[in-house]
Nanobody, 123 residues
Framework: QVHLVESGGGLVQAGGSVRLSCAASGATFSTMAWFRQAPGKEREFVAFILRSDGSSALVDSVKGRFTISRDNAKNTVYLQMNSLKPEDTAVYYC??????????????????WGQGTHVTVSS
């Protein structure tokens, strides 16, 4: 049975940093992504990474501030978030595909989801 477990959220001041982790169990991921949902808004894509070669993509609003990386030995993906802004406040979800990798930024392309972790950025 596949599980995704996120960790690392919390309260941080604007300009600060947080690192989120998403550990997969039960299978080896091929693509893992991060999405986020701010209060009152729809969930949006943040970043994805491929297990095979580390190819990645980030949404424009976080480029230069966020980095996505993976540790294949641990079947884990990280989202390093620097220079955080109040508008980064959201519940962050990891999502994964096991099998044929995807380069999609769409929620429906991902089969498995974590429970979400809250990130609150205070001004």
């Amino acid at each position: 049975q596949v599980h995704l477990v996120e960790s690392g959220g919390g309260l941080v001041q604007a300009g600060g940093s947080v690192r989120l982790s998403c550990a997969a169990s039960g299978a080896t991921f091929s693509t893992m992504a991060w999405f986020r949902q701010a209060p009152g808004k729809e969930r949006e894509f943040v970043a994805f990474i491929l297990r095979s070669d580390g190819s990645s993509a980030l949404v424009d609003s976080v480029k230069g501030r966020f980095t996505i990386s993976r540790d294949n030995a641990k079947n884990t993906v990280y989202l390093q978030m620097n220079s955080l802004k109040p508008e980064d406040t959201a519940v962050y979800y990891c999502a994964a595909v096991f099998g044929t990798p995807t380069l999609s930024t769409r929620e429906r392309s991902y089969d498995y989801w974590g429970q979400g972790t809250h990130v609150t950025v205070s001004s």
